[in-house]
């Protein structure tokens, strides 16, 4: 009977090792995905929007300047 | 609740992001003390104004060089009126992403978390300038493709080819428009005899620094002290003259964007030649500059739209995706 107990527990733990490391690995893919996601155009949009309002800040800056001298 | 934040600690400017509103402030790297007491009298661009016209008491300095702390203590004091300025108190502590140069040594990058965080800051993490800029400058680092960015500020300049958002290849000299700056200033005084300040050495670079020759060159007139008779004195300086004076810091430069190029792995190589390399930093508006790595490198250079702030919007979406990219943080999982 301790015998069984004893086969039944490696087996069990054996199992919870192999289930782990299947959903680790599975994490990192994931995780990975994230992050590309959020790297992707969609993602950067408030990013993009950003730097076009910047560069026009500062073209209008400049005509006003150039018209100003 | 403290809304997080993204900082561009620059040996030049910081620049800081405020999640869901975007840059909030952009003032030079600079603090004001009293030598005697300690107190901070000005930060930023007041205590700038203030550097080589303060009176014996009064100090203005900037506590980063070459991208790395100089002074701890002044820095964190730097940090946390930067933090109290924004918006964030005692009881406000923001998650904090600070962008630093990818060359920094373990102690350097200790000593940026822990003013940050002894400033306010909740967490503090830190992401490679190189891939801020990235970022900000909107290069397609999601894909399978080499991008690469150089990234010339006032105390480092970095290269790096960024593909499927990690860095493949990186170049870093602790060179920036700094020592552009300073070979100025000797050159003056060697060849001149007349000493001037920091100020007026980039206000020299700006006015008619150049790294190759460009179409619309002009003379400038500049005002020092003679070293011989102590008094002022007017000088003439040719362009020709300036680029001669800043050929060492330029030509170390381009050859760190070289040696970048030569560690690139040959399948990303070829991407570069169709699109080319971007520039970013304010070292990179030296004028000619873009023109002299083109043609010793053979790559087309495009210049950011947003030279000044790629580095910080960068910094701001990954403070936007913060659970997305947390593994970008130096030191985090690669």
Known sequence: ?69 | MARDLAIDLGTANTLVYMKGKGIVLNEPSVIALNRQTGEVLATGREAWQMIGRTPGYIVAVRPLRGGAITDFEITERMIRLLLQRVGVSRFTRPKVVICVPSAITEVERRAVTDAARRAGAADANLIEQPMAAAIGADLPIDEPVGNMVIDIGGGTSETAVISLGGIVALEAVRVGSFDIDAAIQNHVRREHGIAIGERTAEEIKIAIGSASETVDEATAEVRGRDLMSGLPKTVVLSPEEIREAIEDPVSSIVASVVRCLAKAPPELSQDFLVRGMYLVGGGGLLRGLAARIERETEVPVRMSNVPLEAVVLGAGHVIEHYDALKDMFMGARR
């Open chain 1, 1 to 69: 009977m301790p015998l069984l107990i004893i086969a039944v527990a490696i087996v069990a733990l054996a199992l919870l090792l192999i289930i782990r490391r299947t959903k680790r690995s599975d994490d990192a893919v994931s995780d990975f995905r994230r992050q590309i996601n959020a790297l992707s155009p969609d993602a950067r949009k408030n990013v993009t929007e950003r730097v076009r309002q910047i560069s026009d800040e500062s073209s209008e800056d400049e005509e006003g300047e150039s018209n100003g001298s």
